[in-house]
């Protein structure tokens, strides 16, 4: 063992779920007690998810296979007498179970764990050199992004435990194909029985990643590996150095081909969507990340105030690059962004909760969503996606179309990653707004970032030569301002939108609806129902909570608006069409 910390892992019995876990420390330290402690969240995934209740069978043993005393000191921490020990041999069991892109996995189709989520560090040690062993049974393929060991196959090197906390690995006899982006080898692979079309993904994917590099002028690491697990109704991300997890509908491949405007299909649009925005944070978070966000604590929550930029930015260009990857039409990308302001306005939260505070909250709030969520807080996701969209817009406006939001970037990834690899400071990415676009952006991120105005779309749109417009249904009808859900030949409450007539009348989640003004509502949309009634209408509405009838007195609403109209604005300067073109690529759709 060249390293001074050896980890192996192995999945002999799949059918268990379990994995084993052989760890070696060497270089003990004079203090003769050495800590192990298990991290209790994963980096990109914010939520302390104590990782260590799924240990069991922990024992401690010297080099010579004398067992250690070792105590339990708290929820993840173990304590072990070295005093005659020069090296320490831990065993353990994790059970794996838990199918998603931040847990552990084990089957007898596959074994997928996160080292964050299986391994321990020594306390105080997080900086030391590690190996990575895997012995996957016969038939399997390892899938990690670590580079390898000189001449091996199965032991890979992590320059320390950030490094190794970062990796994901996936074993199995698993489809997959291999391309290079200037140089660099890529692997793409798949887990589970799905629709994917091969063919067309090793098209595609390419130019996805070509797009991203091509931003940021350089591949920044030495492989890469898509571990693509497609599974009936799931879908999320997660971002890694080397790698990234990606879960996906196994029957989501609707459309792989593009129609006349150059669309795929939507299903297929998303994957290529979450592929674009995790391998998009391989520069944007795991390289270039604000100062919370790496080197880390494992074992409490690590806050920083700029999530909206982390990941609302991302999501910009996990779109806006699709679109520059040709695999979506500018008509294309202009409908993802009506959807998205329409989202937007469905959530209340927005004009309570500000993109720093809602960054800060996401220990709390973000990944823990509940009744009233959409009231309290807004996505730092979804927001700040659209913030970062009139934010690109407004630096194209205030540099005459020479600069952009993608020269932000650039320029903090030179000088915090390239330069000193280390995280930018609070107040820095509003600094090289600044910068770049030559005007002071203060009132800007007091009002978006800091704030929690309305996004004035027409003082960004307008300059660049569109408009957008609220479309409503043209029978008008009513609204009692709830999200519902048929369930069981019912319509149950699910959340009260804060100052509706749900609210004001006293309708809580959990309600079942049963009838508006004598109507019966079975499994129907209660806005649905309403659709000849007007605004200022006063209905009575049944409802069952916890057994008992109630009725309620509702003075109804307006409805929301059913979607959001984006176009090109028939009096648009040469100027704001210019500037149109430089952003969208063309001056109509």
């Excluded at 192996?8 to 059918?15: A, F, G, L, S």
């Excluded at 995934?45 to 401690?60: D, G, I, K, P, T």
Aim: proline share 5%.
């Amino acid at each position: 063992m060249s390293a001074p910390v050896a980890i192996q892992i192995q999945v002999p019995r799949p059918q268990t779920h379990l994995i084993e876990v052989e760890m070696r420390v060497m270089a003990l330290s004079e203090e003769q007690e050495l800590v192990l402690q298990m991290p209790v969240w994963s980096p990109g995934s914010y939520l302390v998810r104590e990782y260590s209740r799924h240990v069991q069978r922990f024992a401690a043993f010297d080099q010579d296979g004398e067992r250690l005393a070792f105590e339990k000191i708290d929820k993840a921490s173990w304590k072990i007498d070295a005093s005659r020990a020069e090296q320490v041999r831990v065993t353990y069991e994790v059970y794996a179970h838990d199918l998603t892109v931040r847990t552990n996995h084990v089957d007898t189709s596959h074994a997928f764990f996160n080292c964050v989520a299986t391994c321990m560090y020594p306390q105080g040690r997080l900086q030391d050199p590690v190996e990575l062993h895997v012995v996957a049974p016969e038939g399997w393929q390892i899938f990690c992004g670590l580079p390898l060991a000189e001449g091996s196959t199965s032991c890979f090197e992590a320059a320390d435990f950030d490094e190794l906390f970062d990796t994901p690995v996936e074993i199995g006899p698993h489809p997959f194909f291999d391309f290079e982006i200037d140089g660099v080898p890529h692997r793409f692979m798949t887990w589970g029985e799905s629709n994917a079309d091969f063919d067309a993904l090793k098209e595609h994917v390419p130019r996805l990643v070509k797009v991203n590099t091509d931003m940021f002028g350089e591949v920044p690491y030495e492989r890469y590996v898509f571990i693509n697990h497609l599974v009936d109704g799931n879908f999320g991300g997660l971002e890694h150095r080397h790698s990234s997890v990606n879960m996906f509908d196994a029957r989501g491949f609707d459309r792989v081909s593009q129609d006349e405007k150059g669309d795929v299909g939507k299903k297929y649009g998303n994957f290529l969507r979450l592929l674009c925005h995790e391998h998009f944070h391989a520069y944007h978070v795991k390289r270039l990340r604000p100062q919370a966000l790496g080197p880390f604590d494992y074992q409490n929550e690590n806050y920083t105030h700029d999530l909206w930029a982390v990941e609302g930015v991302t999501s910009y260009y996990d779109t806006y690059n699709l679109m520059r990857a040709g695999l979506l039409s500018p008509a294309g990308y202009v409908e993802l962004l009506e959807k998205r302001v329409l989202e937007l306005s469905q959530y209340p939260g927005r004009l309570l909760h500000s993109l720093e505070m809602a960054s800060f909250d996401a220990w709390i709030k973000f990944y823990r969503p509940d009744e009233n969520t959409r009231n309290s807080t807004v996505s730092y996701y979804l927001k700040g996606e659209l913030v970062s969209w009139v934010l690109d817009l407004w630096i194209r406006l205030k540099s005459d179309g020479e600069r952009t939001l993608a020269d932000v970037l650039r320029k903090l990834y030179r000088e915090h990653y390239q330069a000193r690899d280390e995280g930018y400071p609070r107040g820095a990415f509003e600094a090289a707004v600044g910068e770049i676009s030559g005007a002071d952006p203060t009132e800007f991120f007091d009002r978006y970032i800091r704030g929690t105005d309305e996004i004035a779309w027409e003082e960004f749109l307008a300059p660049v030569g569109l408009r957008i417009s609220a479309v409503y249904e043209e029978r008008g009808g009513a609204s009692i301002k709830a999200v519902t859900r048929a369930e069981d030949d019912r319509r149950v409450v699910r959340e009260v939108l804060g100052g509706g007539p749900g609210e004001v009348a006293g309708l809580c989640a959990g309600d079942v609806l049963v009838a508006i003004d004598r109507w019966e509502v079975a499994e129907r949309d209660p806005d649905e129902l309403l659709i000849d009634y007007n605004e200022g209408d006063v209905v009575e509405v049944h409802v069952l909570r916890r057994g008992r009838l109630h009725t309620l007195t509702m003075t109804l609403a307006k409805p929301g608006p059913k979607s959001y109209k984006l176009e090109v604005r028939a009096d648009a300067s040469e100027r704001a069409r210019n500037l149109l073109k430089g952003w969208l690529g063309v001056e109509t759709w």
